[in-house]
């Protein structure tokens, strides 16, 4: 049974630092895409940042690029999301997702890229 759980939100203020995680399992982890989405009150689901099973090629929404990092840790079967200068217009609820069997790179800001989302941890930025 595939569970992603992510951790590590909170209510923080603008300008500082927070680093996202998520804990997968029942799946080949190191075989697979992950990928980070949020969800602002109101608003579409938006791609943040996905990153190859190898490591090797990291994609950003176009929102984030230059603050957010992803990054993954096989051996403890964890993706997280460092995010910095944090904007009050990133606060949102993000998950993570992970990729398909035939994920397509060029194509990791399509939701229907991942068959699998955690619940979701609410990141709140204040003034």
């Known amino acids: 049974q595939v569970q992603l759980v992510e951790s590590g939100g909170g209510l923080v203020q603008t300008g500082t630092s927070l680093r996202l995680s998520c804990a997968a399992s029942?799946?080949?982890?190191?075989?697979?895409?992950m990928g980070w989405f949020r969800q602002a009150a109101g608003k579409d689901r938006e791609f943040v940042a996905s990153?190859?099973?190898?490591?090797?090629?990291?994609t950003y929404g176009g929102s984030v690029e230059g603050r957010f990092n992803i990054s993954r840790d096989n051996a403890k079967n964890t993706v997280y999301l460092q995010i910095n200068s944090l904007k009050v217009e990133d606060t949102a609820v993000y998950f993570c997702a992970k990729g398909r069997a035939r994920f397509v790179s060029e194509d990791a800001g399509n939701a229907r890229q991942y068959d699998y989302w955690g619940q979701g941890t609410q990141v709140t930025v204040s003034s």
């Open positions: 029942g799946f080949a982890f190191r075989a697979y895409p």
């Open positions: 990153i190859t099973y190898s490591d090797i090629t990291a």
